[in-house]
């Protein structure tokens, strides 16, 4: 199922130039790795300090689409450069879900907004992510398939920071949407898991 994590090697094209300055400037994959993960940390704690104000809502968007920048520019600089190593592996697995545990639990302290579904909506993230890192646990690809997948969990939160931050108050709307990115990060679940049976099963002994 086609996801915005599709759209990846044309933003890679984009940012390669920069990628390559980082590892002639003597930065690592990792560092720019942690980057990602404090930008997220730092904007997490900002909205949840203040979840009724609109500038860290507004500004969501920024972050969450340096913070895709930076996940881009990482992984080319592991791949291209020589950089990957079991620890920066590990790092990215970990970070992206920290990351996104930083900046959306916040969101169950926006007023108005129904906070078990804005927590079921990260946990199930969260889960989804765990299933596709578990690929290379019985020798298949990591998969990234959707309907929901991180990227795309980023723009359906971003579009819900903005609406929220224009002034459209939390209702009956922000439940529906809340409940329909849950339906979708369990499909998401079930898709990766699906996938990465039968990759295991269609490998060669």
């Not at 990846?8 to 720019?32: E, I, W």
């Not at 790092?91 to 007023?111: H, M, T, W």
């Not at 929901?148 to 903005?162: E, H, I, M, T």
């Amino acid at each position: 199922m086609a996801t915005i994590y599709d759209l990846k090697p044309c933003f890679q094209a984009l940012l390669r130039p920069l990628s390559d300055a980082l590892v002639r400037g003597g930065l690592s994959a990792n560092d720019v790795t942690l980057g990602a993960l404090l930008l997220s940390a730092a904007h997490g704690a900002w909205l949840a300090l203040m979840p009724g104000s609109a500038w860290p809502l507004l500004l969501l968007p920024v972050t969450l689409f340096l913070r895709m920048a930076f996940n881009a520019i990482d992984g080319m600089m592991a791949k291209e450069h020589g950089l990957a190593s079991p620890a920066g592996a590990v790092l990215n697995e970990l970070s992206d879900v920290i990351a996104d545990a930083a900046l959306y639990l916040p969101f169950a302290l926006i007023p108005g907004l129904n906070p078990m579904l804005a927590v079921l909506v990260v946990v199930a993230g969260i889960i989804a992510e765990m299933a596709g890192a578990l690929g290379p646990l019985i020798k298949a690809p990591r998969r990234y398939d959707g309907p929901l997948g991180k990227s795309d969990r980023a723009f359906a939160f971003g579009l819900l920071a903005v609406l929220i931050g224009v002034g459209v108050a939390p209702g009956l709307w922000s439940t529906l949407y809340l409940a329909a990115m849950l339906l979708l990060s369990a499909l998401t679940v079930l898709n990766r898991a699906r996938a990465i049976v039968a990759d295991a099963k269609g490998r060669p002994a």
